[in-house]
């Protein structure tokens, strides 16, 4: 015969093993939840890092053939005086825009040293455009002192990237 207290009993250890399950439960997809949560922010760390490398690339490769294009105006002579450098002046400000877009998403990854780096190559860049856009373009020292501070300071990005890979993986 059933008494009470095996009904009390039973139904003691019943409730228990629904509390520990859903414990259990509870705390298993708290875990899964972060998981995946982590995972999903390095790959968007990642694919934020790779949009920044994308861009310097690329303001690189536009900033080389803006010196390409100063240097056949100046083939004949050392001045960049009486030449038409409009086309110049656009390439050189979007260069800029480039490099401003890329600072921007280095904040995104929480990267300060990286947006450093890149905030010295907009101003870099920038100083470029200036000088370009200023009247006195008779020596043309200072526009090859740019470009070669723009090499340095692509090499220290170049250096920053694996600090950065590093730093996501961490």
Known sequence: MTTVLDIVDTA????????????????????NHSHKR??????YKRNKLVEISEKIQLAGEISNNLKYLISQKTTNSKTLLDKDISSELKIAKDVCNIIGSAVSTSHLINDQELANLIKEYWKNRNALYVYLLKGDKSNLKEYYELFSQMKKIRLKILEQYSKSLERIYA
């Open 38 to 43: 982590n995972k999903d922010m390095l790959v």
């Open 12 to 31: 003691v250890k019943i409730g228990f093993g629904a509390l520990i399950s859903g414990v259990t439960t509870y705390y298993v997809s708290i875990t």
